[in-house]
Every structure is written in C-alpha cells, then in structure tokens.
C-alpha cells in the first residue's frame, strides 16, 4: 500500500475519506432492532443494491436533512469488504459511466448515498407496510431476485466473463 | 294329612271361578288409583263361591 | 291411542297456540324445539292436565293462568283457561277438552281462585257425535293415569329408569304395562281379604282360637314393623352407596386430572421448546441475509457492470497485459512503451518510472479485475442464500405445524380438565374426600348389617307364625260357621299363592320379552361390544364382551339413557303386540300408546345424541320430542329430518319490559317431508 498524502492520490484508500448519508431510524431498526443486519454498512449495501435493482439514485436530499438524521462512515468499510469493494465500484461505474470512477474514492463516498437514499424509498414501498419483524418479507423478497432471472445462464455468462480475463492476474 | 283336608278340600273348579272372578273384579277396577270397595267384592265373590 | 292435535287457551305461556301431531309410517316424529323455559315442560303438562287434571311444575304450580291475561283482567273478571286435546283411539275420534276457570281477586293477584273446572269428553264414531259421560274412568281406559309417567315421559328422569338400584322402578314398569298390576293387586287383596275370614274364624271357633289367632295378629304386626324398618335400612344403604360411589368418581376425577395436567405440562414444554427451535432458525435465516443477501439483489449490478468490463477489455480499455512487471521489463531494457530507447533520468523514464504502481490505467485494471475476480463468490452466494433460506424455512413450517398440534391437544386437555374440575366441587382435598368415602362406606356396612339383623328376626318372627299356624290348623272347630270361614280363608289363600306364582312368571316372560327388544335396539346404535339386558333380578345392567367371558361395564350417562329409551321402546312394542294378539284375556290388556319425550337428550355427547336421534322415531308409532335448540341442532337435527313429520319451533318472549309478561308463540317450521 502505497503511502501519499490526502488529496494527492486519489487512486488509493484513504482512512480519512468518510461517507455521509441521511440516516433514518431504519438503519436502527434493522440493526439494534430486529438484529438482521450487522452494522449500518450492511443496511447502507443492502439499500444500494435494492435501489440501483427497483430504484433510482437520489440527488437530493441523500446526506440527511434534520438533526440526528445526518450519518457518516468511513470508506474503509466498504473497501474493506470485497464484495462490497465490487459493488460499490460497480455503482461508482453504472452513475458515472466511465471506467474511472471505479477507483475513484470520492466518487464511490458521493455515489452510496445516493443508491442508499434511493433504496430507503424503495424500501418503504416494498416493505412499509409489514408490522413488526420484516425478517420473513425481506427474506422471501430476495429469495424472488433469483427466480426472476435464469439463474444456470447467468452463472454461466459470468464464468464465460471470469475467464475470459484469466492471464491478467486474476 | 287328612287333617288338614278335611272339610277343607276345595274343588279346581271352585278356585277356578273363584281366580277368574277376582281377575275380572280387579280388571275393573285396574284403571283407578284406589279401587275402593275391591276388598269387599272379593270377599264377597267367596262367599259366594264357598257355602 | 293416535295423538291428533293439542290446542291451548291461556294455558302457562301459552295464549293461543296448538300443534298438529305427525302419525303414519316413514314420518311419524313431531319435533318441537326452544330455548330453555320457553315451555316444553309446560307442554308435556298439558297432557296429563287435559286426561288427569294433574301438572307437575316446578315452578309456581298454582299459576295455570296466563300471566299476561291475568294482568289484562280487572279484579272480579275471570280468565278462561283450556286445553283441548284431539286423538283417535280403536276407531273413534276423540276431543277431549278441560275448563278451568280463574277468578282475579285483586290487582296483584297473578294466580286467581279457581272456580268451574270441567272436562267434556266426546268422540265421532261413523260420523255420529257421541258425549261420554263418566270422563275419569274413559280416559283412564284409554290411556291410564298409572302409565302416563311412561309416555309422557320427563327424559331428565330417564337416568332414573336404568340407574343402578331402580329395580323396582323397572318392575313397575313391567308391571304397569301389561295390567300385571291386576295380578299383583289381587295377591294383595285376597291376602287381606283371607285374613278378614281368619277373624271370622277366630270369633266364632274357641278361645284358644281367638288366643292363638290373636298371638298371630301380633307377630304380623310385628313383621310389618321389622319390615318398614328393614326397607328403611336399605334405603340408607343404597343411599351410602350412591354417596360412596359420587365420591370414588370424585377422586377418580383427582387422578384423571393430576394426570391431564401433567400431561399438558409436557406438552407446554414442548411447545416452549419448539417455540425457541423457530426463534433459533429466524436468526439464522437473518445471518443468511446479513452475510449472503445482498448477492441476488446485486446481481443485476454486478451481471452489467462485468458485461460492460469484457466489452472495456475486448476494445482494449483496460489493458490486458499492462502490468508492474512488463513496465520494470521495459525500464531493465530501458525500452519505452513506444519501443523508443529510454534514457535513465529522461522525461520518458520518469513518466513510465512514475506509471508503476500508479499508473492511472492500472488503478482502474485493478478495480476491473477486483470487480472480476468477486463473480464466482456472488454466483456462489446467491445459490447458497436461497438453498440455505429454503432449508430454513422448511424446518420452521415443520416446527410449526407440530406446535399447532401441541396447541389443539393442548386444548381439548384443558376442556376435558374444566370438565373434571368442574365435578370435582367443593374445596375438600383428596384426604378429606378419602375419610368422607371411608365413613360413609362405614355407615354403609352399619346399614347391611341392621338389615341382616333385621332380617333375621324378621325370619324368627315368621317362623313362629308357621308354628302357630299348624297349632291352629290342629284344632278342630266344631261350629259350622267356623267351619266355613275357615274353608273360606283357605280358599283365598290358594288362590292368592296361584296367582302370585303365574305373576312371577310372566313377570320373568315379559322380562324376556323386553329383552329381546333392548338387546336388539341397543346392540343397533352403541358403540363397542356392549349390550344390555335386564337381569332376573330386574336390574338393567350393561355387559362388554369378552373373548371368555362377560363383564359388567360401568354404564356412561350416554349409554344408560340409550339403554332405558330402550327398556321404555320394547314396553310400548310389547303392548302394542299383546293389544294386536290377545284380544281380551285375563290379565294381559296392552294398548297401543304414542310416546311424548322432553328432553331426552340431555347433556349427552354429540355421538350419543346421535345414537338416540336414530333409535326414537323406531320405539312407538308415534313419538313426540321436545328438546333445546341446542339439543336439537346438529347431528340431532340431521339424524332425525327424515323421519320429522311435524317440526315446531317455540319463539319465547321474556317480556322483559314493563307491562309485559313471558310468553310463547309455537311456529311452525318446514319439513322435507310437509306435502
């Protein structure tokens, strides 16, 4: 890992690059709540996904309005993950639309909070309306993402891609 | 035991009459509660019959 | 006796209101249903008020009178009271119709005097209308008064009838109807009458006579004292009995429930068990979405972004071969990209020096194969999240499904428990109960062993009159009238121990008789290998079969009250039998008589009122039933519609508001078989 200053690099992880975002009790409730995700990165991925799949990124208002509503975390949380690595640079690619944005730390701390403001709506349409524990509903729903598509062809569309980059160091 | 017997005989046929009568006497009287009066007819349908 | 029609004035509840009776083969069940107090009893009453003036209320049985017609009434006014019955009998068509008047004495008076009570009996023989004039004694030929507890019958007595010591009751039945009660009266009056000839005897023959007959006189006196004693005796017996037996049931009932309860407990246990298994499985499936979740809703993302990476790759974008290595190859050549040669410490050096480990292209390489190289882990992840949710939720509706199981069994313990509980009343502990079962079953041997006692002495009594008789019998009277009393007295006696002998036997016949009945109607609808019989003792006792044996079985409330329904069906069809055949002999008189039932389902279970439903409408060729809407709902109802003739319905009104007064209006409802 390379050592550069802040600012000066944008191509390397950086511990002081933080991720605002706007963080309704939601982020509690599946948490400390009801315990179905971890911590709040997870809801923040979960959000994303859900958004960039139903939704649309928001523009506006995605780092929180009112007090208490205004969140932060480090992108080190993302970046430590891989596969959140992947996505978040994926989400950074799809919004942008080149491929720089991959590694653009700045951009993936301007684009998840717009992917996860967006997923909070669609969420609350999705979701709004279960009383109590959403485990079953959000259990079953992602369940219904894989039937959607046909599976066995996509896995293979995406070995057929994997190896296609095989001798690049993968 | 001529003894006892004697003069006390009773013919089947007596007691026959006699049984049927008193049937027929409490057949009369089946349907009331107290069939008043049905001692003394069978007392007298004795007497009659034995004399 | 074919009932027609009862028609009510002013009678109770009942203002105006009458039903027709359904008769005839197929359909010859009259059915009328209510709720509680809205009149049944009061029905049943109409009856025997019409034929005997006599009613059995247990409440209020002075107020005959409506109550809403008594309160209408000004003081001094009368209220006209009338049930008219209508029936056939041996070809005739009789009405019979009883009056009574009701005299308001003042304003609160609710039951009034009664004045003018009156019964007018007629029937319509080929046309001709004719007045019967000695009304008591006709209707008590047609119907007698001593078989109306028979057939009009309170079912809630219907326990009474098979209950365990109710031999005589069973006797008399037997008795009753056959007109054996013709027999057994004439034992007794020839009895007396023979004893009446022995005074006789005695007042004309010597006075040694008179002593001995005199001492006689005693002893039977005595007898007779013994013997009321010695019936009390046994009635105190069978008394502690009964009591013995409740609470043997009770503490039965303690066990049962000492049991249930444990068994429930058990089973909560299990239900808790299960409850933590689902709650166990529901976090692991919230571990699955945690860790796995996000694979198929990203894949979408992932799919497009990597088809939009190959196609960067196949157009050279993203370089493919573009790596740390090839540029420290071509600094050791000191090669440029462009093939150029390179000069240390040139630009071109510096730039390519500088490309290493940051060149632009590589940042985005790396994230590109980052992106890449995480494909099998999000394909491997969205098969396992749904494989692994499956199972999940598989194992939970399996957990599931067993605690609704436990749930009703739960259940249905906990209703079986309040029942027993409920007969477990009182707050005596098992130990009291025990020492209360322990004294009264003290008393009850007490109570057997005075009777002995007694018996024995009654014994000796009678064994000294045998002796007295042979002195007497060893005299030798001269007088003719003593003579003649004496043959007379005899007489009376041979005659009396002839008839009571044929009395015993028939009484055993008809026994038998009913026999083959019960057996036959009980062995139809019970269920389990039991049948029933009537014992030489009169006892109607209820056997399971066994491989080897018979045993007697503890009758069920169910199966005791199908048991005397059809004790109660085989008289009526023994009479009717007799009526058909034997015409006109000595004792045997029958009758052809319908049979008015109230409530005889009373708090039986579904399956047994079931079992009843099918067997009333086959006891008597024209059966009555009154029963509570909820007796009458349900299998009843569903048992009985073919054979329902008639189908009345009571609408009771409370009359709950001020100014109004209970009453009933009888409806008639549609029956599949009303043409």
New interface residues.
């Given amino acids: 890992m390379h050592q550069n200053q802040a600012g000066t690099d944008p191509h390397h992880v950086l511990t002081m690059v933080n991720v605002p975002y706007k963080k309704t009790q939601l982020y509690d409730e599946l948490t400390d709540g009801y315990e179905i995700f971890e911590h709040y990165y997870d809801v923040m991925m979960f959000l994303a996904v859900l958004c960039y799949r139903e939704g649309e990124p928001k523009t506006d208002d995605y780092k929180g309005g009112g007090e208490g509503e205004r969140g932060s975390i480090g992108i080190e949380r993302f970046h430590g993950n891989s596969h959140y690595h992947a996505i978040v640079a994926s989400l950074a690619y799809q919004r942008r639309g080149n491929p720089e944005a991959m590694a653009d730390v700045e951009v993936h701390a301007n684009v998840i909070p717009q992917y996860a403001a967006g997923g909070l709506e669609v969420y609350e349409e999705k979701f709004g309306d279960v009383a109590g524990d959403p485990t079953d509903a959000i259990a079953n729903y992602i369940n219904s993402c894989t039937e959607d598509g046909n599976p066995q062809r996509e896995d293979d569309e995406l070995q057929t891609i994997l190896r296609n980059f095989e001798g690049l160091g993968v | 035991m001529d003894?006892?017997t004697d003069?006390?005989e009773?013919s089947e046929r007596?007691?026959a009459r006699?049984?049927?009568r008193?049937?027929?006497a409490?057949?009369e009287k089946?349907?009331?509660?107290l069939?008043r009066g049905?001692?003394n007819d069978?007392?007298r349908i004795?007497?009659e019959?034995?004399? | 006796m074919r009932l027609q029609r009862l028609s009510l004035t002013n009678f109770r509840q009942f203002t105006d209101d009458s039903i027709e009776f359904a008769h005839g083969e197929g359909a010859n069940v009259t059915v009328v249903h209510g709720s509680n107090g809205s009149g049944k009893t009061t029905l049943l009453n109409a009856f025997t008020w019409a034929l005997y003036d006599a009613v059995d209320f247990d409440t209020r049985p002075e107020r005959l009178a409506t109550e809403g017609a008594m309160a209408a009434a000004n003081p001094g006014e009368k209220i006209e009271v009338s049930v008219t019955l209508e029936f056939e009998h041996e070809g005739r068509d009789y009405t019979v119709t009883r009056t009574a008047m009701f005299r308001k004495r003042s304003n609160d008076d609710f039951n009034g005097e009664i004045e003018d009570s009156d019964v007018v009996v007629e029937y319509r023989e080929d046309g001709r209308a004719t007045k019967v004039e000695n009304e008591r004694t006709a209707l008590n030929n047609i119907i007698p008064q001593r078989l109306s507890e028979l057939f009009f019958f309170d079912g809630e007595d219907i326990d009474e009838l098979a209950g365990v010591d109710n031999q005589d009751r069973i006797q008399e039945a037997i008795q009753n109807i056959m007109g054996l009660t013709i027999l057994e009266r004439a034992t007794r009056h020839l009895d007396h009458v023979a004893g009446e000839f022995e005074d006789e005897y005695a007042k004309y023959g010597s006075d040694e006579l008179r002593e001995l007959v005199q001492q006689k006189r005693d002893l039977e006196g005595e007898i007779d004292n013994l013997e009321r004693k010695r019936k009390d005796k046994q009635r105190e017996e069978e008394r502690f009995a009964e009591e013995v037996r409740d609470i043997e049931q009770k503490l039965s009932g303690f066990d049962d429930s000492s049991r249930l309860q444990n068994q429930r407990k058990e089973y909560r246990e299990r239900e808790k068990q299960l409850k933590a298994d689902i709650d166990n499985i529901t976090e692991r499936i919230r571990d699955e979405i945690n860790d796995k979740g996000y694979a198929p809703v990203s894949m979408p993302l992932i799919r497009e972004t990597a088809e939009e990476l190959d196609q960067l790759r196949q157009n050279g974008v993203i370089p493919s071969d573009l790596t740390d290595d090839f540029l420290d190859s071509l600094l050791e050549n000191k090669q440029c990209i462009c093939g150029r040669p390179l000069e240390s410490a040139s630009d071109e050096y510096q730039t390519i020096e500088s490309s290493k480990g940051d060149a632009p292209a590589e940042g985005v390489e790396q994230a590109a194969l980052m992106i890449i190289g995480q494909l099998s882990q999000f394909s491997d992840d969205r098969s396992a999240f749904t494989e692994r949710l499956e199972q999940h939720i598989q194992e939970r509706n399996e957990k599931q499904q067993e605690i609704d199981k436990l749930l009703e069994y739960i259940d249905d313990i906990s209703t079986e428990l309040g029942e027993i509980n409920d007969a477990i009343e009182g707050s005596k502990s098992i130990a009291e109960w025990e020492a209360e079962r322990d004294r009264k079953s003290q008393a009850k041997d007490d109570a057997i062993r005075e009777g002995s006692r007694l018996k024995e002495k009654i014994e000796n009594k009678e064994e000294e009159i045998g002796n007295l008789e042979e002195e007497i019998n060893d005299l030798r009277e001269d007088r003719q009238e003593a003579q003649l009393a004496r043959r007379r007295q005899r007489a009376a006696e041979l005659v009396s121990g002839e008839i009571e002998e044929k009395f015993e036997d028939l009484k055993q016949r008809v026994r038998q008789l009913s026999n083959q009945t019960v057996s036959g109607t009980f062995g139809s609808v019970a269920s389990k290998d039991l049948h029933a019989e009537i014992t030489k003792e009169f006892r109607l006792k209820i056997y399971q079969d066994l491989p080897d044996r018979r045993v007697e079985v503890e009758k069920s409330t169910g199966e005791r009250q199908i048991a005397s329904l059809a004790f109660i069906g085989s008289l009526v069809k023994i009479a009717r039998q007799r009526y058909e055949s034997d015409g006109n002999s000595e004792y045997f008189t029958g009758g052809i008589y319908p049979l008015v039932m109230d409530s005889p389902f009373g708090a039986l279970d579904k399956s047994h009122r079931r079992e009843i439903s099918r067997i009333l409408p086959t006891l008597a060729s024209q059966v009555v039933v009154f029963a509570t809407d909820s007796q009458w709902e349900g299998p009843v109802e569903e048992e009985m519609s073919d054979v329902v003739g008639k189908h009345y319905r009571f609408d009771f009104d409370p009359g709950t508001g001020s100014g109004e007064y209970p009453c009933t209006r009888i409806k008639q409802e549609q029956t599949p078989t009303t043409y």
């Fill in positions: 003894e006892v003069g006390m009773h007596e007691l006699i049984r049927k008193v049937l027929e409490e057949k089946l349907n009331l509660r069939p049905i001692n069978i007392e004795i007497r019959e034995i004399n």
